[in-house]
């Protein structure tokens, strides 16, 4: 993302968001303290959302106050689950993306759905800031995408001087024949009254009259025992007298064990392994990158550094890479998500990764080098 030629430009690439005034709670999966600071969030975001219909279109103006700081890092630290310094670190590339140290920050977004588009150019004449003894207060900078006509979603981010009094409007031209006015004036939050307890009234019921038990019916008379049926002899008195029939079972095993009787033994075959080392200590490029990736989201830094080619070992040390591993919170929230992979080349990697940032997203993309080291794939950092 661009920002006007007279200030310094932006490092966020805005995505066209489906319209939204609030998000989704089953979207962030966190603890309680998440959720309380969740709410938190949505209910200042609510406090600071304008909206108005214009001539084919429908345009949101949003405020970030400073205090949305806390409760929404807090509340994204814990649905991706930061550690301290991971949140602290977040925490600072918010307010630097936002600039809310010098500036009031404001996401104007406009959805055109006629046949002319909205023309907001020149942005710096057709958006500013009403103070309370109304001052008309220009933009010192904003996000060049307002500056172009298009059908659809356009946000952009607009930046004006940060105001002690926190009693100021946005006025816009360009939606329709006239200007209107944006107010961040609603009513106080006031959170619903506190159900009572209903009072529990106690009604004793009077025992039920208890009939004398019927005696036991008499048990069944047991079944009649059946005698068990005859087995009868395998052999009949009548076939053949039991010592001959003995001594035939003699003759028999005799005559198999005699050596000549004796079958050869069947013969086994051994399989014989051919598969190479090299089969068996080959991973792809993409595994091995994946690897390294799945690492990254779990904070083993430990295991990332053994994955390193030997010429990135030499150039910085464990506790240097654990450290620039930290630093790149935003990175590895990303990786929580649905990430995309694009090779350039055979050992060039551009991972893509999607960064929340309230109502809109943000794209962090990261370029990773591979390099063959004997068999296997390693990391150049």
């Known amino acids: ?16 968001l489906a319209i939204i005034f609030s998000l989704a709670s089953s979207a ?10 969740f709410n938190e969030t949505v209910r200042i975001l609510e406090r600071w959302t304008a909206a108005h219909w214009g001539q084919d279109c429908f345009v949101w103006v949003v405020h970030y106050p400073r205090d949305l700081i806390e409760p929404w890092v807090n509340a994204e630290a ?8 991971e949140r602290e670190n977040y925490r600072r590339k918010f307010i630097a993306d936002l600039q809310l140290d010098d500036s009031d920050t404001f996401l104007v977004s406009v959805y055109s759905f006629g046949a002319r588009p909205v023309h907001l150019s020149p942005v710096d004449e057709n958006i500013c800031l009403l103070t309370s003894n109304g001052t008309r207060v220009k933009p010192s900078r904003y996000d060049s995408s307002l500056e172009y006509a298009s059908n659809g979603v356009v946000q952009g981010l ?61 048990p069944p008379p047991p079944p009649p025992v059946i005698p068990a049926r005859p087995i009868t002899p395998i052999f009949q008195e009548d076939s053949r007298d039991m010592a001959e029939f003995v001594s035939s079972l003699k003759s028999r095993d005799n005559s198999s064990s005699s050596p000549e009787s004796k079958p050869e033994p069947a013969k086994t075959s051994r399989v014989t392994r051919t598969q190479t080392d090299n089969d068996n200590s080959y991973v792809s490029r993409e595994n091995v990158l994946r690897k390294f990736l799945e690492l990254w989201v779990n904070n083993n830094s430990i295991e990332m550094y053994e994955m390193l ?23 590895k929230s990303g990786l929580k998500g649905e990430y995309k992979i694009e090779w350039l080349g055979n050992e060039r990697a551009k991972v893509t990764v999607e960064r929340r940032m309230l109502m809109f997203r943000s794209l962090v993309t990261r370029t990773l080098t591979l390099t063959r080291e004997s068999s296997a794939w390693k990391i150049i950092w």
């Open 158 to 218: 607009v930046f004006f001087p940060k105001q002690s009094n926190k009693n100021f409007s946005i006025a816009l031209k360009g939606m329709s024949s006239h200007e209107r006015i944006f107010s961040f004036d609603p009513p106080e939050y006031v959170p619903p009254p506190k159900q009572e307890a209903p009072e529990v009234v106690v009604v004793n019921i009077p025992k039920k009259k208890q009939e004398p038990r019927k005696p036991a019916p008499p």
């Open 28 to 37: 962030m999966a966190v603890d309680s303290s998440g959720s309380d600071n």
């Open 309 to 331: 080619s030997e010429s990135s070992k030499r150039l910085i040390s464990r506790e240097n890479f654990a450290k620039e591993v930290s630093k790149a919170s935003d990175f």
């Open 78 to 85: 814990a649905r991706s689950g930061m550690s301290e310094t």
């Open 1 to 16: 993302m661009s920002c006007h030629p007279n200030s310094r430009s932006g490092n966020l690439a805005l995505i066209i």
